[in-house]
């Protein structure tokens, strides 16, 4: 069983950034691969970014490509998002979610077993 509670969200200006953190509980943090995911009510859930267990490979959506950056701290047991250059269409929650190893499956929410409660990033125009 893993435990993740993320935190950073807020309300940005455009061209603003912020810093997301999931923490995790668990002594095989760097077992799992980690993702970001983000929804809207009423709207699917869509993959942000990813990171391999150890931290050597990480995935991005192109709406995010070479704004947003993933990167882990094992040792800290967690995972952050870097968004830099926000976008009011960025506005969503944001959810991270692990799962033991990544793959093609890492892409869609159906291929994670553990969620966060998700932290709101509202950046206004």
């Known amino acids: 069983q893993v435990q993740l509670v993320e935190s950073g969200g807020g309300l940005v200006q455009a061209g603003g950034s912020l810093r997301l953190s999931c923490a995790a509980s668990?002594?095989?943090?760097?077992?799992?691969?980690m993702g970001w995911f983000r929804q809207n009510p009423g709207k699917e859930r869509d993959f942000v970014t990813g990171i391999s267990g150890n931290g050597g490979s990480t995935y991005y959506a192109d709406s995010v490509k070479g704004r947003f950056s993933i990167s882990r701290d094992n040792a800290k047991n967690t995972v952050y998002l870097q968004m830099n250059s926000l976008k009011p269409e960025d506005t969503d929650f944001y959810y991270c979610a692990c799962r033991r190893t990544w793959n093609s499956k890492s892409y869609y929410t159906s291929g994670y077993s553990y969620w966060g409660q998700g932290t709101q990033v509202t950046v206004s125009s």
């Open positions: 668990g002594r095989t943090f760097s077992s799992y691969a």
